[in-house]
């Protein structure tokens, strides 16, 4: 243990009933806890690099400026696009360089880094989690379809079939499948990720056909391998049936691998049509294939951020409805966060107005049973300083933390080591350099008079000024799920 200096004193604190307490008075105010996420998308370039061929320096300025942004807007994480297109944006022995990094696909930095690796560092240094997003079968994008000799569409052909636009890994094959779970088990076993995020994308949005109606998904000889081998579900069923057991499985692998990562999935908004009754709309089971109310039910994910990309008072695809409605599914309260159009929030029509987002924001605060807000996507708080940054900044005046995930395992953290002393004007928290088991976060608390001070600090700090008329500070650490550690009272030498 570190020694403390004379002139500084250290008071273990009480806990009774779930509140700290000093001489039998109440004296902590609660910790704010709210998501406030935005992705970061890298396919088409769409927020991160600005336009692929740019130098390593160039990347990593970039993303230091999106990292920062978030720190300045007072968010807690970033949902980081890894994996568009069966391909890497980090060191990736079973899938080739990302096209949208170099412009090539198979093509590293010049010269060579890890983004992710270095996301995860520069984030974590200013607080933030990351949680790596993953789309699990798409294999090409028309934006950069340059293809990898490494890549699935010339090493297992028999897995991708061409449709519209995109190359499809076939959920329905197998190998396609295990070999996306591969990624998973790669990402968890080799990077401190806090997250691991899935979007929309498992089967492709159905494309029009000539003449009218939609293109199947040429998936016929994974139909028919299936009905040979005696199954009996629908055509529908099936495909469903091949997602389900994917995010199962996800979330199977991750809590055997890392059993701190919490992993997230963000489906289209709108379930089924008629649920509830007034909504109108795309219909995500029969057209995704995707059944997210069940993997809600089930319990295969710890968060949700069902994409709710409309305004609050068109009826058809209401906002505060739909909101209402995944959280009246949620069974096994795990966390509901809702995705928020940014790409949105500045157009006119349909509902949209300058303060429509907000409005959003304050309505997710109010609907009991959510706890956040996801925004896509970056580049539209990077494009739009004064009036989208602005106003959402507005709303996230004091930090907050992710909200805890208390059915996760995290190693329990001892009271943090930490003293006080005025430096000239100031107080200075001084915090220990070794904690064992490693925390995320540092809550700083402190007292003047009536009023109290909230800090919350990445954990590699070392140093916190406080306000140097305040009479008492209390110091917590955040462990890798969220909850906070007993506390350390330090009163003021």
Request: charged share 20%; aromatic share 10%.
């Amino acid at each position: 243990m570190r020694s403390v200096p004379r002139n500084c004193l250290v008071v273990l604190a009480v806990v009774l009933a779930g509140e700290y307490l000093l001489a039998g008075e109440r004296v902590l105010p609660p910790v704010p806890r709210e998501m406030r996420a935005i992705w970061i998308a890298t396919v088409d370039n769409i927020d991160w690099p600005s336009r692929p061929g740019l130098s390593t320096a160039d990347q990593q300025d970039e993303m230091l400026a999106l990292l920062d942004m978030c720190v300045e807007m007072n968010l807690n994480a970033v949902i980081f696009q890894v994996r568009p297109v069966a391909d890497a944006l980090y060191e990736s022995e079973l899938e080739p360089w990302s096209a949208f990094l170099s412009g090539r696909q198979g093509v590293a930095p010049d010269p060579p880094y890890d983004p992710l690796a270095f996301t995860i560092r520069a984030a974590h240094s200013r607080g933030l989690e990351v949680h790596a997003w993953l789309n699990p079968f798409r294999a090409s994008h028309p934006a950069n379809d340059t293809v990898s000799d490494t890549h699935v569409i010339r090493t297992h052909p028999e897995w991708v079939h061409r449709y519209g636009p995109y190359h499809w890994m076939d959920p329905g094959h197998p190998e396609a499948r295990a070999h996306s779970l591969a990624v998973v088990e790669d990402l968890l076993t080799r990077y401190d990720l806090d997250g691991l995020h899935f979007d929309d994308y498992f089967y492709p949005y159905p494309v029009d056909a000539d003449g009218g109606g939609k293109v199947p998904f040429p998936d016929d000889a994974t139909w028919a391998a299936y009905q040979r081998q005696g199954g009996d579900l629908s055509r529908d069923d099936w495909r469903r049936d091949n997602i389900n057991r994917f995010v199962r499985q996800v979330y199977e692998r991750a809590r055997a691998t890392s059993p701190h990562v919490r992993v997230g999935f963000s489906p289209f908004g709108i379930w089924r049509p008629g649920h509830p009754s007034q909504i109108k709309g795309f219909d995500a089971y029969t057209g995704l294939f995707a059944d997210a109310r069940l993997w809600l039910r089930e319990g295969w994910l710890d968060y949700l951020v069902p994409q709710l990309y409309w305004a609050i008072d068109p009826p058809g695809q209401s906002y505060p409805v739909l909101l209402r409605w995944w959280v009246d599914e949620n069974r096994r309260q795990r966390h509901i966060w809702a995705g928020n159009a940014a790409h949105r929030a500045l157009s006119t029509g349909r509902g949209w107005d300058e303060h429509q987002l907000a409005r959003q924001v304050e309505v997710t605060r109010e609907q009991s049973g959510a706890s956040g807000n996801v925004y896509f996507s970056a580049k539209w708080f990077l494009k739009h300083p004064d009036t989208l940054r602005a106003r959402i900044a507005a709303l996230y005046r004091t930090p907050a933390l992710v909200p805890a995930t208390p059915w996760l395992e995290a190693p329990e953290l001892p009271a943090p080591l930490a003293f006080v002393q005025r430096e000239a004007e100031t107080l200075v928290v001084h915090l220990a350099a070794e904690t064992d088991p490693a925390g995320t976060h540092w809550v700083v608390q402190s007292r003047t008079g009536e009023d109290w001070s909230l800090q919350i600090e990445p954990a590699d700090t070392r140093k916190v000024s406080v306000p140097g008329a305040c009479d008492l500070i209390v110091v917590r650490a955040v462990d890798r799920v969220g909850n906070l550690s007993p506390a350390t009272i330090l009163a003021v030498p």
